[in-house]
């Protein structure tokens, strides 16, 4: 899982995984994923590689999601608000919502997970960034879809 084969299609269909929904950011000049919850990678998601939870107040990575802390990638249970995505990221970045796959450690909280592993496993494209959602699609090999439900 850390290091899939990049000639094959990510697969995360781990027993162990929890599924839930969260937002990713992406610029008009770099077709990929991130977030400003911390990942490694300066908060990057590489297409077909698990992104791992770096803390951003100093815990080890063993420990992430450390139980005294904030840290590791949020999912929730249900779709909804993502406090992560300010007015400025929304009018700098086109938003895209999604599920994701987390693994590894796993810590249950009151409307979701936090995980140290995770991996996106469906996007939703706003349709007014359509273009992107081909480019998304063959590179995470996720379902993408186009936010008026249209599956490419
Ligand atoms: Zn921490």
Redesign the pocket.
Same mark, same amino acid.
């Given at each position: 899982m850390e290091s899939p084969d990049p000639r094959k299609p990510m697969e995360v269909a781990l027993d162990d995984a929890v599924q839930g929904w969260r937002h990713w950011l992406l610029t008009r000049d770099r077709p990929e994923l991130y977030s400003t919850q911390w990942a490694s990678q300066g908060g990057v998601w590489t297409p077909r590689r698990t992104a791992l939870a770096t /803390?951003?107040?100093? /815990?080890d990575r063993l &420990? &992430?999601?450390?139980p005294? /802390?904030? /840290?590791?990638f949020y999912l929730r249970r249900e779709p909804g608000e993502d406090p992560d995505i300010t007015p400025q990221a929304e009018r700098d970045c086109i938003v895209i919502p999604g599920r994701a796959a987390g693994w590894g450690k796993v810590i249950e909280g009151g409307v979701g997970w936090r995980t140290s592993k995770a991996y996106p496993t469906e996007l939703w494209v706003p349709y007014g960034a359509a273009w992107l959602a081909p480019g998304l699609k063959e590179a995470y090999k996720c379902k993408v879809n186009v936010s008026n439900e249209v599956t490419v």
């Open positions: /803390c951003p107040y100093g /815990c &420990v &992430v999601p450390n005294s /802390c904030s /840290c590791g």
